[in-house]
């Protein structure tokens, strides 16, 4: 058995206005060749100039990957050529990186595992190239959109704690609100590096690019494990070599030996000033960094007492999160508010396939639908006539209560008088009534809250019908 050794370099699209070296629209449209500038295009004598909003986004990345952040905001060219990157280089980050030496940390199956960061850097992404037959066409709308590149240290032992991190760090992301971090347009990519140890030493890594989902990762992890597997076990050594995933046949191909790599000449990018990094611009953005998810996760089991699977659901998404946290905030009891948002409110968003912010319930109106419950004005099946009117009409639930004439009857006396009337009306049953089955008690509930028009305090009504019933007989 060989041990696994993964590392990641994941790639993210930032959300910004424009682009991050040019004023084109940053945003996504099937319409070809429509989301362009001469920057784009590598027109000479126009000069790029860096999008604030893009490596300030950046750096609130790297700060909530616990990385160290540079004294400037620097960027250097990457030289190639390729029909995508029609100036004829990329510019990056190599020198400075707005990220360096972090961690992040990821829950897989109870265990905490603490992943380290090599670095992050803001980069421009590259155009789209479509393929056919005997031509090729080219999409420059994404070409300059900013892209953020995350590396990983080869310290991921197993495809599940390599799909744990993924998954993490598009929560991160977009807890973060920098990016969607969205299939739809491209918006982030994968590269993976595997390699399996022999007798205690780091084995020989087989890097693998641009894979475009998660579920592809994985697949791409196991059939690299079994192919560099199956060659050892032949007693022979597995190349050092660059290998792209077929989606289709979920195998890989090898690309190019690592002898074959491309010296890019890295230098210092001349038409774009540093960009001086203070404290006070650090602070600014760190204020703006929420806690993240598996804090939540871990906030809410010790704090709130909620179960594991509770905790997940309300973190998986962030707005789903903050709408509970707020529920709490306003004085709702947490395991209560959890069932109502969990239940009700998610399975409404669900069915619909809206988000929470497309409905008119606000946090408050959960908390108050609470506490009509808790000092028994409403039964808790009248709760959910009351949640469904407050989707519909988005009235508070007092409102709706007062306008309904929902009150619940908890007055003894009058109860006591429905529950005696019931009786005499089904004086056979009543002769008939055992304790031990509860078939026969709920039936009478039934018909005394048909009386009241559910108005009846469930619990009252269950006492006195016990107490009627036992005497009734005697």
Known sequence: ????????????????????????????????????????????????????????????????????????????????????????????????????????????????????????????????????DTYSLIDYNRACVPLLETVTEPCLHSKEEALTFLETYRSLIVYCGVSEASSVGGQGGCGVGVSLSVAGELGTKVEMKNINSFYNVGRAIDYEIERQTEILQRGEKVEQETRRFDDETGETFKMRDKADAVDYKYFIEPNIPPIKVTDEMLDEIRKTIPMLQLERKQKYMNDFGLSEYDSEVLVKVKENSDFFQECVDKGADPKKACNWVTGMLMGYLNENEIKIEDI???????????????????????????????????????????????????????????????????????????????RMIDFFVGQVMKKTRGKANPAKTMEILREELAKYNK
């Open 1 to 132: 058995m060989y041990k696994v050794t993964i590392g990641l370099e994941v790639h993210c699209e930032l959300d910004s206005n424009s682009k991050v070296f040019s004023p084109s629209i940053n945003g996504y449209t099937e319409n070809p060749n429509s989301h362009l500038a001469y920057q784009d295009l590598g027109f000479p004598g126009i000069l790029p100039i860096a999008n604030e909003e893009a490596w300030k986004r950046a750096l609130k990345v790297s700060m909530a990957m616990n990385c160290t952040t540079p004294d400037v905001v620097l960027f250097d060219r990457k030289n190639y050529y390729y029909p995508d990157l029609p100036k004829g280089y990329q510019i990056t980050q190599m020198t400075k990186p707005v990220g360096i030496n972090g961690y992040v940390d990821i829950d897989v199956n109870g265990e905490i595992k603490k992943v380290l960061i090599h670095d992050t850097h803001l980069e421009e992404d590259t155009a789209s190239l479509d393929h056919y």
């Open 360 to 438: 008119p319930v606000k946090p408050i109106m959960i908390k108050e639908l609470i506490d009509l419950v808790d000092n028994k004005t409403i039964s808790s099946k009248q709760a959910k006539e009351v949640f469904e009117c407050m989707i519909e009409e988005g009235k508070e639930p007092n409102v709706i209560v007062k306008e309904k004439g929902m009150m619940q009857i908890t007055d003894d006396a009058a109860i006591h008088d429905v529950v005696m009337e019931v009786l005499k009306e089904n004086d056979e049953q009543a002769k008939e009534y055992n304790p031990e089955k509860t």
